[in-house]
């Protein structure tokens, strides 16, 4: 009697410990679902923002260049502009240090191509770097304000570091465009756009 009374307190508390551990599995699901929800706002709240800086309050171009005596080709990058671009990019809390890093980095070897001569880039023409589009979007053409449009897709988040793509739904036939963030201190940084790929931009 004893024996059974015992077995049945051993069946209830694993009976009470197994609902324990399903509702905590529950509300660990549901807490990711929910944090997952509010990651992607603010990433999505970052790129507009980021977007809506570029086009509306971003001064001078990316990689500024400048001209031989004769005027009739680019001979360097013009690193006085380059240092105020890199400032002003770092002052918009937008980016990760290794965005500005590599950012940086393409316009030095552009700026080292230029003036060995590995790269000619004469005035009138497009660039010998990227792919004669916007890096930014990395097209030609894009839709009015169409910061206020921009929509994630594919978002995988694995702790602190994100991976999606981003389109604009103004137009149907919107390709998507490549970003990595990561979380700093609780707020989401670009860490990586397609446009600026380094092996891309500085191929010869």
Known sequence: MKLS?????????????????????ALSMQKKSINFISDKQQLETLIRKTYEWIETKSEGPDFDVIENHKGDKYIGLNLKA???KLNELK??????????????????????????????????DLPPYGNDSNMWCECQDNP?????????????????????????????????????????????????????????????
């Open 144 to 204: 009015d304000l169409y910061w206020k449009t921009l929509k994630l897709t594919d978002l995988k988040i694995d702790n602190n570091r994100a991976v999606f793509n981003w389109i604009w739904t103004a137009w149907k036939d919107s390709s998507k465009y490549k970003v990595r963030a990561v979380k700093e201190n609780g707020v989401w940084k670009i860490d990586y756009l397609q446009g600026f790929d380094y092996d891309s931009l500085t191929k010869i």
């Open 82 to 84: 380059h240092n105020k």
């Open 91 to 124: 002052k918009t809390n937008f980016f990760t240090q290794k965005f500005l890093d590599n950012y940086n980095k393409i316009g030095l070897k552009i700026n080292d191509n230029l003036k060995t001569n590995k790269m000619e880039y004469f005035v009138g």
């Open 5 to 25: 009374k015992l077995f049945s307190l051993l069946f209830i508390w694993i009976l009470l410990v197994s609902h324990t551990h399903t509702n905590d599995d």
